[in-house]
């Protein structure tokens, strides 16, 4: 029987795989043309399962594919590598190639006539400084002249953008010949999960398979490890429910240690202050390849662009565990809040959830107790944190105090766009969503409501709040607290106060005066 892979390349007799015949042929038309080309992808992005995949293919129409792995070579001498190169060659191709140096190793390769001959070299950047640039001049030279010789094409594959890397003007590797292998479509995602359904019988519900497409966006390693671990913890179940896959996205983002996740925290740290700005602050940021910053984060799978050329998120679920990773220490709050709680208070058989009453305890708390507690400290104990962050997250803690209390549970909804997380709060059984926001304009503002409106249509819900933090300067007329109806959406709408002199401005300049009264002493 087959399963889920989440390690290594796919082997399609043990794993589920989906053939992508339409990705194969782009890349056997490639080699037909004698390009020589690059596949770039994050790990866990099935690059590695797609080149097998595209070798066994081209192996049948008369190619003869050596497939090469330079993940160790970082480190190794010169002698090292081109010892194992040549074994590998010689494994595959049946030549001897003695004790040839890399540019002899390939002059004897152009020597070869009269066969088809592919070469595969994947985890590029595991090569040395040292010796990669006599390789890369070595496959120039070979590539001027592949019209009269048998190595028809040369493929590079990496995790990072290899014609960034290796581009200048004799390059062989043109930027426009690198193969991008997508994210799985939500076609190919359903075909994926189909394949376990008809081979062992265990059903995914239609709201699984939906909830899978999203929060994965369709990274292949992801959609892999959801259907790995929905089967691993529930081997019993005949249908997985949206309460199993909920224990998963769980899993995902507070309990386990996932790789992929935890590589994609660690990218997130290298540019933490633009990853918080990104995940706090909705306002549109456009897309710029050449900022050291995008370019980064972009190769490392955390964002992309949208149809407006502005940066996005790439995968619902990084950004969900970014936010738990960056947000505010809550220093002490949550207890704060317990002890004020009483049950009757919010909650009743006969009449539910008083969410209304919940919100106005929430702005009283605010109020008094301000939002300086949220901010991010360094290690000396400076404030460092952004307001953003500071005041959505002193709501999200206050929720998640109330629902330990109560027993209910709430899940963050990242969009992948910038500035979209809609809290959902389940509470005995009824749901509900609350939007936490920035008021920025009145257009924002507005906007705001009618997104909101849709997305809880989309859920089949019939209400929802919209809770917007402004700040004690802003008078603006839009600002009213009121419940409407917008698109068949009962929406009401509370105003959060905050005093930026008070709760930012005033603990921040203490801290600058400490630190230079420490400096001077």
Not at 20 to 30: F, H, M, P, S, Y
Not at 328 to 356: A, T, V
Not at 462 to 479: H, P, R
Request: charged share 25%.
């Amino acid at each position: 029987m087959r399963t889920f892979n989440t390690s290594g390349p796919n082997i399609p007799s043990e794993h589920y795989t989906i053939s992508r015949q339409d990705l194969i042929e782009k890349g056997v038309n490639l080699v037909k043309k004698a390009r020589y080309f690059t596949i770039w992808a994050p790990r866990q992005t099935g690059k590695s399962t797609y080149f097998r995949l595209l070798a066994a293919e081209l192996n049948k129409q008369g190619y003869e594919v050596a497939h090469i792995n330079c993940e160790n070579y970082k480190d190794e001498t010169k002698e090292v590598f081109l010892k194992t190169f040549r074994d590998e060659l010689q494994s595959f191709w049946q030549v001897d190639f003695e004790d040839a140096g890399i540019a002899e190793t390939f002059h004897k390769i152009t020597r070869i006539k009269n066969r088809k001959l592919v070469l595969i070299i994947d985890e590029i950047e595991g090569i040395s400084p040292e010796y990669f640039s006599g390789l890369l001049h070595s496959i120039r030279a070979t590539y001027h002249s592949r019209t009269e010789h048998c190595l028809k094409s040369v493929i590079l594959v990496g995790v990072s953008n290899i014609t960034g890397v290796i581009q200048d003007n004799a390059s062989p590797f043109n930027t426009n010949d690198n193969l991008n292998v997508p994210y799985f479509t939500k076609a190919e995602i359903l075909e994926l999960l189909k394949m376990h359904e008809d081979e062992t019988g265990q059903l995914f519900s239609p709201e699984v398979k939906e909830k899978i497409a999203y929060i994965t966006a369709g990274q292949p390693g992801l959609v892999n490890g959801f259907g790995y671990n929905l089967v691993e913890t529930f081997p019993k179940e005949k249908e997985f429910q949206y309460a199993q896959y909920l224990e998963i996205e769980r899993n995902y983002t507070t309990r386990y240690i996932d790789k992929n996740i935890s590589n994609i925290i660690n990218k997130g740290k290298q540019h933490r202050q633009f990853i918080e700005k990104l995940l706090f602050d909705e306002r549109k940021k456009a897309f710029n390849i050449y900022d050291e910053r995008i370019k980064f984060l972009t190769v490392n799978g955390l964002i992309t662009f949208d149809e407006n050329d502005n940066i996005i998120f790439n995968v619902p679920l990084y950004k969900k565990c970014l936010q738990i990773a960056f947000a505010p220490p809550l220093n002490g709050e949550s207890e704060q809040i317990r002890k004020n709680l009483e049950l009757s208070d919010y909650f009743s058989p006969e009449k539910g959830l008083n969410i209304d009453k919940i919100i106005r305890n929430y702005q009283s708390y605010a109020k008094k107790r301000g939002f300086r507690y949220f901010m991010q400290k360094d290690e000396n104990g400076k404030n460092t944190g952004l307001i953003e962050a500071a005041l959505v997250h002193s709501f999200d803690t206050y929720i998640q105090s109330f629902l330990e209390v109560f027993e209910g549970k709430s899940y963050l909804e990242p969009h992948v766009a910038l500035g979209r997380s809609d809290l959902i709060i389940n509470m005995q059984g009824t749901e509900f969503v609350i939007e936490a926001k920035i008021f920025r304009d009145s257009t924002q503002f507005k906007k705001g409501k009618l997104q909101l409106a849709y997305y809880i249509n989309s859920l089949g819900l019939k209400t929802g709040i919209y809770l917007v933090f402004a700040d004690t300067e802003t008078t603006n007329s839009v600002l009213v607290e009121q419940a409407e109806t917008i698109q068949n959406v009962e929406i009401t709408t509370y105003i959060v106060r905050y005093d930026v002199e008070k709760d930012f401005t005033e603990d921040l300049r203490k801290a600058e005066k400490r630190t230079t009264k420490k400096t001077k002493n």
